[in-house]
């Protein structure tokens, strides 16, 4: 690392307990895809502050055996490596609000859906379908915490649901 004075486009760590108090990173300038395995959101935080505020892919993955009861607090879900980020991927809950969810840039967004709503939710379909979202958005998995209501999603929504037929015609 000393050698490419930190100029990596791809960095993934996958440590628990990382040395930050010894550790000579100061930045990842050019870093554009990350994946970052750590068991709190202070050393998430450390590391985002190391990188450029637009990242094409940003994973991050909780370490923690306690990975269904950890939550990325909406406050850390603000920052600019994460709200512009051009893919985010979350493999823990993440308490993004309905504004939030509604201002990310990614084209391809997943995470355990913790704070955004039913309604929050059809906005977001409201938007993509007439075009105001991200640029290019392809893909939205929210991973539910708790139970959904389908009609409130799809409210204002010309919406079927698809029939057996449907799901295997060619």
Not at 43 to 63: A, N
Not at 67 to 72: C, D, E, G, M
């Amino acid at each position: 690392m000393n050698k490419s004075n930190f100029e990596l486009k791809e960095f993934k760590v996958e440590m628990a307990k990382y040395p930050f108090a010894t550790s000579q990173i100061k930045s990842l300038p050019c870093c554009k895809k990350v994946r970052i395995c750590a068991d709190d959101v202070d050393s998430f935080d450390w590391w985002l502050k190391k990188l450029p505020e637009q990242l094409d892919d940003l994973q991050l993955v909780v370490y923690s055996e306690d990975r269904k009861s950890f939550i990325l607090p909406s406050d850390f879900l603000n920052a600019p490596q994460v709200m512009q980020a051009s893919e985010i991927c979350f493999s823990c809950r993440a308490a993004f609000s309905d504004e939030q969810l509604l201002k990310l840039n990614a084209k391809l967004i997943s995470f355990d859906c913790v704070d955004v709503t039913d309604k929050g939710i059809n906005k977001f379909i409201k938007n993509w379908v007439y075009g105001k979202g991200a640029k290019g958005f392809q893909e939205l998995q929210l991973w539910p915490t708790s139970d959904r209501d389908p009609e409130t999603m799809v409210k204002g929504l010309d919406a079927e649901e698809w029939d057996e037929t449907f799901e295997y015609e060619e």
